[in-house]
């Protein structure tokens, strides 16, 4: 049973590009949670989905970003026109029950801007 | 507030010496509760999770103690080795289901 995948593991834009990241949850878990973390920092909570639905997302810019998780297919976090200040570790998580399970660990997508 | 700090606390333990990382949460209406690993380059790893109508958990080596009159969360890790070294983080459900992740603690081996 894999783990949480997420991919790219690295990805470099130029400022003003648009940044996609994918996160497919473990088998059977349809849930899933994006997390941002600085160097030296913690985790903090970006969105909350569940398929085809945004649960909550309070943590995430109200520009910029958006987020999805369709029927079929990974969860996708899109930054367009990505600025320095973008930069971090993106985690996604997933869990079989939100909330109520432990969250599962991708190994995160390192974004570096330009 | 939600993971800030820009620097992580550190605690430097004996190898063999027991740890005791702690953390305090703010939402006296959290439930359930986490304790996270993260090693370098790595996405968190769970360790030991606890519910609000609990006290205490063990699981292997570690503990985990919930004060819910202070607002209080420890983890003990025993006879630490140096594969304990990480930063640790807790984290807390609050609502229905957002995940909440405090500051987070690094913890260091000495030989």
């Known amino acids: 049973n894999a783990g949480v995948m997420q991919n790219p593991r690295h990805l470099v834009r130029r400022r003003g590009q648009e940044a996609r990241l994918r996160c497919s949850p473990m088998?059977?878990?349809?849930?899933v949670y994006w997390y941002r973390q600085l160097p030296e920092e913690g985790l903090k909570f970006m969105v909350y989905?569940?398929?085809?639905?945004?649960?909550?997302e309070s943590g995430m810019p109200k520009e910029r970003f958006s987020a999805e998780f369709p029927k079929e297919g990974p969860s996708i976090l899109r930054i367009q026109q990505v600025v320095r200040g973008d930069s971090a570790a993106y985690f996604c998580?997933?869990?079989?029950?939100?909330?109520?399970?432990?969250?599962?660990f991708g190994s995160g997508t390192q974004l570096s801007v330009l | 507030g939600e993971s800030v700090g820009l620097h992580l606390p550190t605690l430097s333990v004996q190898e063999g010496d027991n740890s005791i990382i702690n953390c305090a949460y703010s939402?006296?209406?959290?439930?359930?509760f986490i304790w996270y690993k993260q090693e370098s380059g790595k996405g968190p790893q769970f360790i030991i999770d606890?519910?609000?109508?609990?006290d205490k958990r063990q699981g292997q080596r570690v503990t985990v103690l919930l004060n819910k009159t202070v607002k209080h969360l420890s983890l003990q890790i025993a006879a630490t080795q140096p594969g304990d070294s990480a930063v640790y983080f807790c984290?807390?459900?609050?609502?229905?289901?957002?995940?909440?992740f405090g500051s987070g603690t690094r913890l260091s081996i000495r030989p």
């Open positions: 998580a997933s869990s079989l029950d939100g909330g109520k399970e432990k969250l599962f």
């Open positions: 088998k059977g878990h349809s849930h």
């Open positions: 989905l569940q398929k085809e639905n945004i649960i909550d």
């Open positions: 939402n006296s209406a959290s439930d359930y």
């Open positions: 606890i519910r609000s109508n609990m």
């Open positions: 984290a807390e459900k609050r609502g229905a289901s957002k995940i909440i």
